[in-house]
Nanobody
Framework: QVHLVESGGGLVQAGDSLRLSCQASGLPFRVYVMGWFRRAPGKARQFVAAISPSGSVINYVDSVKGRFTVSRDNDESTMYLEMNSLEVEDTAVYYC????????????????WGQGTQVTVSS
């Protein structure tokens, strides 16, 4: 059974940093594209970042470029999201997801999802 477990969320102030982790089990992690999505209060879930199996292809939503960095450790079956210069608008539940195809921004392509971790940024 596939499990994706996010951790690292919390309550921080604007300008602070957080590092999210996504621990995967039950799937061949090193062949899966991994993605981060988020759902802000009252809004639809949106794409944040995605990384190819080797880490050579990475995509970000424009609003986080230059502030967020996605990475992965295939030996540890873990993906990370380093979030710097956090803004109030980054407040959301952050989800990790896995797909076997390509670096996709569309959540329909992702087969497996975690339960999410809350990130709250106060002003």
């Amino acid at each position: 059974q596939v499990h994706l477990v996010e951790s690292g969320g919390g309550l921080v102030q604007a300008g602070d940093s957080l590092r999210l982790s996504c621990q995967a089990s039950g799937l061949p992690f090193r062949v899966y594209v991994m993605g981060w999505f988020r759902r802000a209060p009252g809004k639809a879930r949106q794409f944040v970042a995605a990384i190819s199996p080797s880490g050579s292809v990475i995509n970000y939503v424009d609003s986080v470029k230059g502030r967020f960095t996605v990475s992965r450790d295939n030996d540890e079956s873990t993906m990370y999201l380093e979030m710097n210069s956090l803004e109030v608008e980054d407040t959301a539940v952050y989800y990790c997801a896995a797909n076997r195809a390509t670096v996709q921004t569309t959540q329909d392509f992702y087969e497996y999802w975690g339960q999410g971790t809350q990130v709250t940024v106060s002003s």
